[in-house]
Each structure stands twice: as structure tokens, then as C-alpha cells.
């Protein structure tokens, strides 16, 4: 469910999410990156399905190298071979990240086809959708995460002998730093509309720092620009999921320690009053319109996602 990185600057004001409020950076098999890891578990599972609706060719090679502490399958064949009560076994997490990388895989598509040709992926974490998705021609891409991520998700692509399907320019940050200023580096260019993803990252962010991520990116976008978010309408509620805390349990993480249950604005209403024009979809309504039914554990979830979609008019 996750991105990388949490932008707080500070104390979380909770004790819940504690652990992701500290100045450390983490690797690809601690903590949020571990979670990270998982994603990209999930993405090879749909990856493998006759049904798929996306096809990330990177994400087992990603988990390979990783060697996590615990079990992470990539295909249906490591799955059954896993203890029948194990969570993998039961989650069926591929159906909702399949559903959640197809949406923004879409985004990115209409964007591309409106015109956009610079995008920034916000804690890109272990998608490489630089290099598997068919970008429009003059497309430069900005992923911005931690050091050690986009170290290994860089030596593990170099090992594959893949290139980038577009001008790629990781931005290595972490986003409690000043990520602007580092984009901006990069050669981010804030007169060019943009194309905008968090992904899997502000559930892991309390509420001050949620509002200063939507903030600095808007005041990095002109009109025609866009951007995508993946948005939970009732974070508490994953909380009352003993599922969640089991699935984290079998990785050795408490998910309910990483997440923030801060009652918080919720980030359509601040898009707009920013001035951004919003569209929000639910998970489960965007999975049927995919022709996917999400089930298990996730699918169970599912209900308190969303995937909002902002344009910034002239």
C-alpha cells in the first residue's frame, strides 16, 4: 500500500505512526521499505495473471535481490507453497494493486495524450514505470525517493540491461528534505504543466505534512497541470482491521505503527481549495469499471480507498 517515504518534519502528534516521524532513511527491507517490497510482491503476482491489467516485467527481479527476511512470492507457484494460513495466501493483495497501478498507469496515459510530457513521481518507491510504461515522445520523468532506494532499484535495472522509456531523472531526497529545491535541480521546469503522482504515500503522512506536500506541489505547477493521489476517506478504520495487523505481523512490522489515524482535511477539499478541479473515484468502483471484483483481505480494504484525480486550471 505503500510508497517509501513519509515527509513529516517533526513529531506526529500520536503515538501511532511514531516510527516513521525519526530523521532515519531506511533501506529496501526495513520498515516502509519493506512494505515497498510487498508492493512490488503484488505487482509480479498480477503481473503473472491471464486477466492482468498492468505488467510490471521489474517487480520479481526487485524482490529477488532484495532477499527479505520474510517470505515475498512473485509467482502463483511460490504461493502454493506456502503454509495454507499464511496471509499471502489468503490476501489476494495483487487484486488491488493491480487495480490501483492500472489507474495511475491510465493517468499517466491521458496525460501524455493531453500533452504533458513532464511527470514527477512522488516516493516512487519500487515501480519502475519509467522504464515499463510507453511514454509520449519528449517525456521526462522525475522520481523522487530515498538514497537507498533508488540505489537498488537503479543497480537492479542496470543488471536487467534496462532503459529508461523516456528522459529519466531520479531525484534521490527524502521528501522531509527541501525535495523542491532538489527537483528543481534536476531540471524540473515549473513553467511546463505536469503530471503529478503520490502513490501509496499519504496514509504514511500526518496531517501537517500531507497539507505541505499538496501545497509545494502546488506552488511548483502551472495551469494544465495534473496530478493523481491515492486518499483513504477513513484511515481509523484500518485500524479496527485485525487482517491488517496480522498481514504486517507475518513481515515483522505493526502496518498500524507506519500509518497516521490523525484526523486530518481531506485532500480533495484541499486541492480545491487550492484551486485544483477534482474527480473522485472509490477503489471498488474503479475495479468493476476495470471488470475486477477485489476480494480477500484487501479487497475487504478496499472500501476506504479512493484514487482522486486533480487538474489545474488556467
Known sequence: ???????????AGTERGASVTTGQQWD?????????????????????????????????????????????PTSPEEVAQLPEDSIWAQAEMEDYMGVRSRCFDDFFAAAGEAGVRQVVILASGLDARAHRLDWAAGTTVFEIDQPKVLEFKQTVLDELGAAPKCAHRPVSIDLREDWSAALTEAGFDAEAPTAWLAEGLLPYLPPEAEQQLLTS???????????????????????????????????????????????????PDVLRGLGWKTEVEGAEAKARGYGRDLSGMFGEMADASRFVEAHKPA
Open 1 to 11: 500500500m505503500t510508497g517509501t517515504n513519509d515527509v513529516s518534519g517533526g513529531s
Open 28 to 72: 529496501i527491507v526495513t520498515s516502509v521499505g519493506l512494505t515497498a517490497l510487498g508492493v512490488a510482491a503484488a505487482r509480479a503476482l498480477e503481473t503473472h495473471r491471464e486477466d492482468r491489467l498492468m505488467s510490471d516485467p521489474f517487480a520479481a527481479a526487485f524482490v529477488k535481490a532484495a532477499d527479505a527476511p520474510v517470505p515475498m
Open 217 to 267: 506541489t502546488d506552488q511548483l505547477s502551472t495551469s494544465g497541470s495534473r496530478l493523481a493521489v491515492e486518499d483513504f476517506n477513513d484511515v481509523r478504520r484500518l485500524f479496527e482491521d485485525e487482517d491488517l495487523a496480522d498481514f504486517g505481523q507475518e513481515w515483522g512490522l505493526d502496518m498500524r505503527d507506519l500509518l497516521h489515524s490523525d484526523d486530518r482535511p481531506e485532500a
